[in-house]
């Protein structure tokens, strides 16, 4: 099941959008919820207040609305809705649980002009168990590639598989991006030639599982980048001509963006395109 949380906004429109599509591909149902947060609203009431009728209508429009979306873009899909009351990112997160993918809408401006994320998009992209989608909304046109930002490490397994799914099922090229930046404190020559070989040894081992998984999907065309500078900068720029930007969760920590990796973090503010962040 894919699953898709809802606001009213535009970029939620464009992930119901996203996911009903994606729903499609995949052959699996969607469920479109909505998290009513009433925290403002019981603000000086009680407790067990009863929530305001018009309240709960703006919620209802919202699924109906974000229901019809998706049945009329793709009339295949098994539609369900769900209002639930809570914080959306605990409420998403919850929901996540059951889910193959859950996608959201992102109302940050994308590109370097900012580093701008809506809240409950990083918390839910460093929280949720399942490989998490976050799209904005800006009408873009299909470029016929999905990209993939790649390293030798175990948690890029899960994401390099989940980006040659995503080929296959939209017969796109796969661009698997190995990006090499060369360590500032290694300026020495026998340094230098030492990271040289690192270099080398970690672009094979990404070779080396770009070319397993290509005997599983043999009508999948993929092409291996190393280009050498900042991880996040190639992977943005790479986003123009995607339709989807996949990357791994390499986070370890319990706080600040919640488990996201630094390359995962600076790839959600700064693509262009929708970017998946799958857990290991």
């Not at 299909?142 to 899960?158: K, M, N, T």
């Not at 339709?243 to 919640?258: F, P």
């Amino acid at each position: 099941m894919i699953i898709v949380g809802v606001d009213g906004s535009a970029t939620s429109r464009a992930a119901v959008e996203w996911a009903a599509d994606d729903a499609f591909r995949r052959h699996v149902p969607l469920r479109i919820v909505h998290a009513m947060d009433t925290s403002w609203y019981l603000v000086g009431r009680r407790p067990d207040a009863a929530l305001s009728e018009t309240l709960l209508r703006e919620g209802q429009r919202m699924l109906r609305e974000a229901a019809t979306l998706a049945r009329e873009r793709r009339p295949a899909v098994e539609v369900t809705t769900q209002e639930t009351e809570g914080a959306p990112a605990a409420v998403l997160r919850e929901q996540a649980e059951d889910a193959t993918e859950l996608v959201v809408g992102s109302r940050g401006r994308g590109g370097f002009a900012g580093m701008v994320l809506g809240s409950v998009s990083a918390h839910v992209a460093g929280h949720a168990r399942c490989s998490v989608v976050v799209v904005r909304g800006e009408d873009r046109p299909e470029h016929g590639e999905v990209v993939i930002g790649a390293d030798d490490s175990p948690e890029s397994e899960p994401a390099l598989a989940y980006a040659f799914e995503e080929a296959r099922l939209r017969g796109a090229t796969l661009r698997v991006v190995h990006a090499w930046q060369l360590p500032v404190h290694d300026f020495v020559p026998e340094a230098a030639l030492d990271m040289d070989d690192v270099r080398k040894s970690q672009h094979q081992a990404v070779r080396d599982r770009v070319t397993t998984l290509s005997k599983d999907h043999p009508e999948v065309t993929v092409v291996v980048d190393a280009p050498s500078g900042h991880p996040v900068e190639l992977l943005a720029n790479a986003s123009d001509r995607a339709d989807l930007l996949v990357v791994g969760s390499h986070g370890r920590g319990a706080m600040g963006a919640m488990f996201l990796g630094s390359v995962s973090q600076g790839v959600l503010h700064h693509a262009r395109c929708p970017v998946a962040v799958v857990r290991s």
